[in-house]
DNA sequence: CGGCCCATTTTGAACGATCAGATTTGAAAC
DNA sequence: GTTTCAAATCTGATCGTTCAAAATGGGCCG
């Protein structure tokens, strides 16, 4: 087991091609500077012995891993992380397109370990780092602005203007693609389930709802409020759905609240889609089973972008002027199909 | 931005200290080397001047990264990542303490890519890869033990007993323990809700309940099977409950099935926990959120056995004789908590 | 035919760490 | 004061790659 398929090295190659280590490195990465019947050579030399280059030489001469570090947060529940999971994904599978690789890490301590990021760029084993599910305050930021290591993160940084490497989701959009959905779907009142105010993302998805239905002709439609979990969905939801009635809908600031609504009008066997509509957000697993509509969100794209806007960042770019807002999509599904 | 926090080599270490590169060495890995005044005031240098070794350099002298890689995969629902997820969590905690960091990846292709796996070793960016979600056929197990790359399965192969690098966790003792815990709660028909014969993981877990019932002196009690989707399992649960009736509870093969079981049992207006006891298996996101009981894989556990078990390998160690089974433990929430 | 220029290819050095073997140091023994 | 030996420390070589600069080769012009 030692000698796994032992390593064919630049040499091995440049000898069984007749010629110099330099040349097969060109043909590589400057295949412009050898002459056509050279590359042939070397190309199929390095094809036959199955040459790759080896990582750890080209980090070492080069200084950068190609590496990209990711976080993943150990506490906090699986939901917490609904969204993180399908991000990793998303990054790893876009990894490969900027020449580089996604490397995860968690911290068994609560505490977030600022020192941890250092460390990891010290010892050369990522490049940067991409940060997920940020929050206001959240330390990381100003503490990898200042430590000068490349960053960028899903999610906005409300407090701080300064900090502009990020992307994030338009919730205004998102929610008023739902509450247009609904409208266009013939339900009459469209109601919103949504957090308490003063977090940033909850007022940015609900005045999404409110503009639309607003844009719509309406006054005012009904309107609760509950907490990221479950109990406090459904508790909500009763006297929300006693003012929409039947025939109307809601939606949710995430699919969690919209599980909550569901559970409310299954309870009183009303039927998903006929007698309410529903309408979540994230599209995590939780509306993939429950099978109701969701917003989801770009993860592909916005893993695109940040990759490439830590990648700009190393080649020496200046940040970017503002952060980047990306469009989510409406996912249909039955609990918004009104068979009016 | 280029010049990030301009790295520390160990050269610059034995300057200041007045030692060898050599000494500094020793004293982050052989400290017994060096004589105890030497020792304190290279790691007072080290402390001060921040340094790390770098990853890169150690890599390249001794053939080995120190990473080990996982693959995400793309295709499948987010259900199906389900256990996957909180799995690469563990993965990425643990492999601090053995002295490595997990690597993701994930092919936007339908296809499994095996030539990507030799790729990654033969560049030099993992060592060794961890597996998830293997299933009977699974071709990457063959392959990378043909190609003697050093890996480690989270799941048994069934077919193939001559493939040990595995951990897995005793399904049958999931359910007995489900099964052992509802009847003792009081509820007097524990039924099962699983999947089709033939399954080697869905026949162990039927197994576990079907002993335990026989155990407890019962004859039979009623069984039903199910596809790994909501509308299959709720479509099951009907008749299964039936047959039950009040007071009794179901044993699931997985958490989608439990779902099911309690989506039928709220449409029948039965109070979860009182009138119908469930128990779900994976304790994944789905039981947290519907708040049923289920059984919980010891995943902290077998990341450690399995970064261990690759590790040992690389380290030149023989396979081991065989796999090893993990005993789940019972996570029990309100659904099984019968007010008798 | 000699010289010059450009395209192509080669050589030497460096990235930062660790192993093996050489060298120095210090203390004990005579 | 020398010799001996072990402990502590240092030096040289190496891992595989790429950059910079040097060397080679061919074609063209005078």
């Not at 091995?12 to 019947?37: C, F, K, M, W, Y």
Request: contains cysteine; glycine residues 10%.
């Amino acid at each position: 087991m030692s000698d796994v398929a032992s390593r064919v090295t630049i040499r091995e190659v440049a000898d069984a091609a007749g010629v110099s280590r330099q040349t097969v490195s060109n043909t590589l990465i400057h295949p412009e500077r050898v002459r056509p019947p050279t590359l042939e050579r070397v190309r199929k030399v390095i094809d036959e012995l199955g040459y790759r280059p080896s990582n750890a030489a080209q980090s070492l001469r080069s200084q950068r891993t190609g590496a990209v570090g990711f976080e993943l947060n150990a506490t906090g529940s699986a939901l917490q992380n609904a969204v993180a999971f399908p991000f990793v994904l998303a990054l790893s599978e876009r990894a490969v397109a900027h020449g580089s690789h996604i490397v995860t890490f968690g911290t068994q301590s609560a505490r977030p370990a600022l020192s941890g990021y250092e460390d990891m760029v010290r010892s050369l084993l990522v490049d940067a780092f991409i940060l997920a599910d940020t929050h206001a305050g959240d330390p990381r930021l100003p503490f990898l602005d200042q430590a000068r290591i490349p960053y960028a993160a899903f999610g906005r940084f409300w407090g701080r203007p300064e900090l502009t490497s990020w992307a994030d989701v338009d919730g205004a959009h998102g929610t008023r693609l739902a509450t247009e959905h609904c409208l266009a779907a013939g339900y009459d009142v469209v109601g919103y389930l949504g957090w308490p105010d003063g977090s940033a993302v909850g007022d940015d998805r609900r005045n999404g709802w409110a503009r639309a239905v607003e844009r719509a002709g309406h006054r005012s439609m009904p309107r609760a409020i509950a907490e990221q979990d479950l109990t406090s969905a459904r508790a909500a939801a009763g006297p929300l759905l006693d003012q929409i009635g039947r025939g109307g809908a809601v939606v949710c600031a995430s699919d969690m609240l919209a599980l909550g609504v569901e559970r409310e009008a299954a309870a009183r066997g009303w039927t998903l889609g006929r007698d309410i509509g529903i309408c979540g957000f994230d599209d995590s697993a939780i509306s993939e089973i429950a099978g109701f509509s969701s917003v989801t969100q770009p993860l592909q794209e916005i893993a695109d972008h940040l990759l490439a806007l830590v990648h700009s960042r190393l080649a020496g770019a200046p940040p970017p002027v503002e952060g980047v807002l990306f469009r989510p999509t409406l996912v249909v599904r039955g609990s918004t199909a009104r068979a009016s």
